[in-house]
């Protein structure tokens, strides 16, 4: 499925507002986009500058007008992974619109043609060419799984494209055409495995993930960190397909082996059955000690704080963090999709694309592929949601690891901060 909106300015950007917003919320109000409902960061310098010529900024034949500049979003609407990758649409489009009613990119509007992955991982390849060979937009912001990333990467390296992938991943890649905006494994798992050794002293440990390459690669540095480092055993591993709903099995042999830490990398649809089929079984927050890298409060709508509260999530973003950059984003993205609407993780991360590569663009002065590469290492967005974000040469974002304990309301409760981690998407001894 192809949705395609076209911010012009004036009565068309009112209405491609409006388009967007449906989109991903129906039936919802649009946000009025001002300058109070911007990142503080963004407040400083309102971008409302002539706009350089189009033979200066695009000499690589993409889809940039002398008053507009195309981009594609690439995610799962539909399938499984929907519930995870919806928060992803609504961040980046709201992104997308504020960077609008400062001025743009370079003196243009930002269009935005949407393609759905589908939850279907050669979907996203196709739509990934789509968007490059035929759309020539000048970047990309998409995907959620590794197996999705992994699908579209041959297709930007081979077309040049540049993607914004928002989601925590296991590392063991680096890309001149990908910046990663999410946190790699040093940054999650083996930052939560080495905090619940130490603070809750455990000992033994059961994986259990979804069966595609993230949660595989993730248990596999997670077990390395474990036996090696930490000294302590696995005493369990098993995988599920995409959109499982039958765990009963699993939770009997985990209640027999009675691990110190269940560590899950459960993902998408499958997460609501997980955990409520624990809770039918006596496993809970105050009876067992649980630690995911794959919920946030995007699946605890689905899943249910009830079903959750107790168990720890590893994130670098949670919704109740208390700043003031956070607190407009919360507002803002209230006031777009309702009151009711959460944010999680990768939500947040999905957020900082559009800025990010905006502030590239305009410190490259040009949209070209290589120069906004050139331009990004070091670019520091010092108001993000999450705190101080800047970009490494490696691609891959210095970040604070979080733990925090899922509460009734859909929330988390933040129990640890670490200290700014640099990412290290090839950590020695773990590939």
Request: glycine residues 8%; aromatic residues 10%.
């Amino acid at each position: 499925m192809t949705q395609r909106f076209d911010d012009n300015g004036g009565d068309d950007a009112c209405e491609a507002s409006a388009r967007a917003a449906q989109l991903a919320s129906p039936g919802r109000r649009k946000v009025a986009l001002t300058l109070a409902s911007l990142p503080l960061a963004m407040m400083i310098k309102p971008s409302f500058a002539a706009a350089p010529p189009t033979s200066q900024v695009n000499t690589t034949g993409r889809a940039i007008t002398d008053t507009t500049v195309t981009v594609g979003q690439l995610h799962s609407s539909t399938g499984t992974m929907a519930i995870s990758e919806t928060g992803s649409i609504r961040a980046e489009r709201l992104a997308i619109e504020q960077i609008n009613a400062m001025g743009g990119v370079l003196g243009r509007q930002i269009k935005v043609i949407q393609e759905d992955g589908a939850s279907d991982w050669p979907t996203f390849a196709e739509k990934a060419t789509k968007l490059l060979e035929s759309d020539k937009v000048a970047t990309v912001f998409g995907c959620w799984t590794s197996a999705s990333r992994k699908a579209v990467l041959p297709v930007f390296e081979k077309d040049n494209g540049l993607l914004y992938y928002p989601t925590f991943y296991e590392g063991l890649e680096q890309s001149k055409n990908v910046f990663y905006t999410g946190q790699e494994a040093t940054q999650q798992v083996l930052a939560s495995l080495s905090w619940f050794a130490k603070e809750k002293k455990a000992k033994t440990f059961y994986l259990v993930g979804s069966d595609y390459i993230w949660p595989r690669t993730s248990n596999k540095i997670a077990r390395k960190h474990i036996e090696n480092v930490l000294h302590g055993e696995v005493v369990g591993e098993e995988y599920y397909p995409l959109g499982n709903t039958e765990f009963g099995s699993l939770i009997n042999k985990m209640k027999f082996k009675k691990p110190d830490v269940i560590f899950a990398d459960v993902v998408g649809g499958s997460n609501v059955a997980f955990y409520k089929q624990l809770k039918a079984a006596g496993v809970t927050g105050d009876k067992q000690l649980l630690l995911t890298i794959s919920v946030t409060e995007d699946e605890l709508l689905g899943i249910g704080g009830e079903n959750f509260q107790g168990f720890y999530s590893c994130m670098k973003y949670f919704q109740s963090l208390d700043n003031p950059a956070n607190n407009k984003f919360v507002a803002a993205f209230k006031a777009e999709y309702g009151k009711d609407a959460v944010i999680g993780d990768v939500t947040q991360a999905a957020y900082l694309g559009p800025w990010l590569w905006k502030m590239a663009c305009e410190k490259a002065g040009s949209f070209d592929v290589n120069k906004v590469v050139a331009a990004s290492p070091g670019l520091e967005f010092k108001d993000a949601p999450e705190g101080d974000v800047k970009v490494h040469p490696n691609h891959h974002l210095w970040s604070n690891t979080l733990i925090g304990q899922g509460q009734r309301d859909g929330q988390f409760k933040v129990v640890y901060k670490s200290d700014l981690i640099e990412p290290n998407p090839f950590p020695k001894g773990y590939q």
